[in-house]
């Protein structure tokens, strides 16, 4: 039997796939598929899928699954799982980032990883025969291990958090708040691959434990790592998001400022806004809150809808931006304590 070797984005895609966390996929898209999200956002069969998924490949590799009813899927030496290819296909590449990004600007990270991909898409259903093993394993959990604990735990109603960063006052206020209005709360950082300068996923997973085990109630929050990758496609990254979260049992989903944007490249709210206006087809519940600042006059992290001081006084307020943080971590400086806890610093 032929087979393809799986780079650890294609590795973890297939793992998502079979898990049920990309659900209602079973497989990577086939043409058509691809095509009918590209332009509606839909699968095929009407399904909302915002984000195309096939496995990429050259052209030497795709001759040797041409005529083959199945090919096996090799990662890290093993046979991970199975394939079989319904269609394979070649896309204009410029035409699709276009649509999937709503920029053209090749150092747009995602669009920049876009075009490294293979030349040929292969579409087809898959199985999954061996788990790969990685240093953040222990940190993730499957929808099914998860939608167990909320049962066990009695909760009814779950807030999603996502996130790429490590905690700070901004993100706490947004969680102090869904607890607020939620049994639970199911923290799930992404942990994938991502751009230069990001933060490693054990900084985030070891951020989120100091700040769960000091200062939140244990038994309403769930914390666990999402090894997805990032797309940087802004508003239909997070519907992606979105989905995904529902797929683990969710019934909430934070969606924040900019929520999977990079840079100045998407309106601050496009992405609360397309999932608003998908929310009925999600099948969860989108809490869109305004992006939190620091005010000094009111003493604490605050929005343009709680506090004067951004119309009256705009010096005494700053954003809360994990850009910025980074950037200052990054210089072996320390962000002040009402931007981000010492203990988490």
């Known amino acids: 039997m032929s087979q393809i070797v799986l780079n650890t984005d294609q590795y973890l895609e297939l793992e998502k796939i079979t898990l049920g966390a990309y659900a209602p996929l ?6 058509s598929d691809f095509l009918s999200v590209i332009e509606t956002m839909r699968l095929k069969t009407g399904e909302l899928f915002p984000i195309p998924l096939s496995l990429d490949m050259s052209a030497q590799d795709a001759d040797k699954i041409s005529g083959a009813s199945m090919f096996q899927l090799v990662y890290n030496g093993d046979v991970v799982g199975e394939m079989v290819p319904e269609s394979i296909f070649t896309i204009n590449k410029p035409s ?3 649509k999937i990004f709503g920029v053209e600007d090749p150092a747009h990270p995602g669009i920049d990883h876009f075009f490294k991909l293979g030349e040929i898409f292969v579409g087809g259903p898959v199985t999954l025969t061996k788990r790969a093993t990685f240093e953040t394993s222990a940190f993730e959990m499957t929808p099914a291990e998860t939608k167990a604990i909320f049962k066990k735990r009695g909760w009814k109603t779950i807030a ?6 490590i905690p700070h006052r901004a993100h706490e206020w947004l969680q102090r708040l869904s607890l607020d209005l939620c049994d639970g709360l199911f923290i799930h950082p992404i942990i994938g691959r991502k751009k230069a300068g990001d933060f490693t996923p054990k900084a985030i997973m070891t951020g989120y434990k100091t700040l769960i085990e000091g200062f939140y109630p244990e038994d309403r929050v769930l914390l666990a790592a999402l090894s997805t990758p990032g797309f940087y496609a802004g508003p239909r990254e997070a519907v992606f998001h979105a989905l995904i979260r529902r797929n683990y049992g969710c019934t909430h989903i934070v969606i924040g400022r900019d929520h999977a944007g990079v840079g100045d490249y998407y309106d601050t709210y496009a992405s609360q806004k397309l999932c608003q206006d998908l929310e009925q087809d999600l099948g969860i519940t989108i809490m869109a809150f305004t992006a939190p ?7 604490g992290v605050v929005s343009e809808k709680t506090c004067p001081h951004m119309q009256t006084d705009p010096e005494m307020v700053t ?3 994990g850009t910025e943080i980074r950037a200052l971590l990054a210089d072996g400086k320390r962000p002040e304590p009402h931007i981000m806890r010492p203990k988490i610093v």
């Open 26 to 31: 079973r497989g990577f898209m086939n043409e």
């Open 160 to 165: 999603a958090f996502h996130t790429r960063n």
């Open 319 to 321: 954003p809360v931006s």
């Open 96 to 98: 699709v980032v276009a």
């Open 293 to 299: 600042h620091y005010c000094k006059s009111c003493d």
